[in-house]
């Protein structure tokens, strides 16, 4: 069944991927509540869709998302905000299986920049500006600003963008270790794309495992994250694609994956 969608496009550009393109032009792509909703929404559809392997998130050429939509939030106390659907959406978001790349161009800002940061890859435009800047505004982040922006970059720099409200560069970005490339804002679109079709012709399952294996060293020690990996290792033995996968090494030809 189609969704209504008023925030975000929705299409296919290629093959077993999926992009969705934030779409508020006017407010800078702010993320209003009916945003993350219509985001949580799709990552819901591609998670039960066996036909989707890769999400693309973007929003477009001139700014992914220049932060939460203030005027939605300055009513709000706290129970409201421990309590306000925004959570349940940001959790879908960061819990979503399947890979999920971004290209990020012009402003990634504070929910912005914790919304690309619920990407397992990033590709940034030469324009990217990425900041938590919410002290500004008497506030901290709110969505995983100061831990996955810290997990990802290290501690220094997360000071420096959490305690100043500074962005940094898409340049910075990349030495840093937040995105993997940076590209004129028309190729980091097209690069994303790429990137997502790469990973979509591989075994879904060994995909799978891969992402949560990657995911499991940020919130686990060495020794239970290692334990992991092995046990994953050990059951993609049963699988036929793994199988497939070495006979056609062994036979120098290009392996036909049944995502069994």
Not at 87 to 112: D, E, M, N, S
Not at 226 to 231: I, M, N, P
Request: glycine share 8%.
């Amino acid at each position: 069944m189609e969704r209504e969608v008023q925030d975000i496009v929705v299409d296919r550009p290629a093959a077993g991927v999926v992009r969705l393109t934030l779409h508020r032009p006017d407010f800078r792509n702010a993320l209003r509540t009916r945003t993350l909703g219509e985001i949580a929404a799709e990552l819901d559809a591609a998670q039960a869709d066996p036909a989707t392997r890769v999400v693309v998130l973007t929003g477009g050429l001139d700014c992914f998302a220049a932060g939460a939509d203030v005027r939605e939030m300055a009513p709000l106390g706290p129970i409201d905000i421990l309590t306000h659907e925004r959570q349940r959406h940001w959790r879908t978001i960061a819990t979503f299986p399947k890979p999920l790349v971004g290209a990020v161009c012009g402003y990634a800002l504070g929910g912005g920049c914790e919304l690309a940061l619920c990407c397992d890859i990033l590709v940034a435009g030469h324009n990217a500006k990425f900041g938590q800047p919410e002290v500004n505004l008497g506030m901290i982040p709110g969505a995983g600003g100061t831990q996955r922006l810290a997990r990802t970059i290290g501690k220094a720099l997360t000071m420096q963008m959490v305690l100043t409200g500074l962005p940094i560069s898409a340049q910075t970005a990349l030495a840093a270790g937040l995105v993997v490339e940076v590209d004129e804002p028309e190729s980091a679109l097209a690069r994303a794309v790429e990137i997502a079709s790469i990973i979509a012709a591989k075994p879904a399952l060994a995909v799978r495992l891969a992402k949560e294996a990657v995911l499991r060293a940020f919130e686990t020690p060495l020794t239970e994250g290692l334990a992991a990996e092995k046990q994953a290792f050990a059951l993609l033995a049963a699988s036929h694609d793994r199988n497939e996968g070495i006979a056609a090494f062994l036979e120098k030809r290009t392996p036909v994956f049944t995502d069994r």
